[in-house]
């Protein structure tokens, strides 16, 4: 059964960083764009950043710019979310997702303000950040 895990969230103070990692299995990983997402209480689904299935190139939303990096290791079937800098508007739970590359035309279609729920082939569970004092 294809599958992603999401791990690594938790309680930070303004300002702090943290690292979150997504585990997948029963899936060619190295074939997939993975993408890391948020939703926040009240708010719809929005894309946070995505990475090619290689690793070469990326997309990462305006609001986390310069904050936050997305990673891969295809060896471990793992791809990681550095966050820094972390403001209470980050405070959402965090999903990562893939899709297969044949299936995405950009990294911007995958994560970007039109991207489709439907659009991914695994969903992870979620992890939650809570970014307060």
């Given amino acids: 059964q294809s599958q992603l895990v999401e791990s690594g969230g938790g309680l930070v103070q303004p300002g702090g960083s943290l ?3 997504c585990t997948a299995s029963g899936f060619t990983f190295a074939y997939y764009n993975i ?16 990475i090619s299935h290689s690793g ?7 609001f986390v710019k310069g904050r936050f ?5 295809n060896a471990k079937n793992m791809v990681y979310l550095e966050m820094n800098n972390l403001e209470p508007e980050d405070t959402a739970v965090y999903y ?10 950009t990294l911007q279609a995958m994560c970007g303000g039109e991207f489709e729920l439907t659009g991914m082939d695994v969903w992870g569970a979620g992890t939650l950040v809570t970014v307060s004092s």
Avoid: N
Avoid at 56 to 62: L, P, Q, T
Avoid at 69 to 73: A, L, Q
Avoid at 96 to 105: E, G, K, V, Y
């Fill in 69 to 73: 990096t997305i990673s891969r290791d």
């Fill in 35 to 50: 993408g890391w997402f948020r939703q926040a209480p009240e708010k719809e689904r929005e894309g946070v950043s995505c």
């Fill in 96 to 105: 990562c997702a893939a899709a297969h590359r044949f299936r995405i035309s």
């Fill in 56 to 62: 070469g190139s990326s997309y990462s939303a305006d």
């Fill in 19 to 21: 690292r979150l990692s």
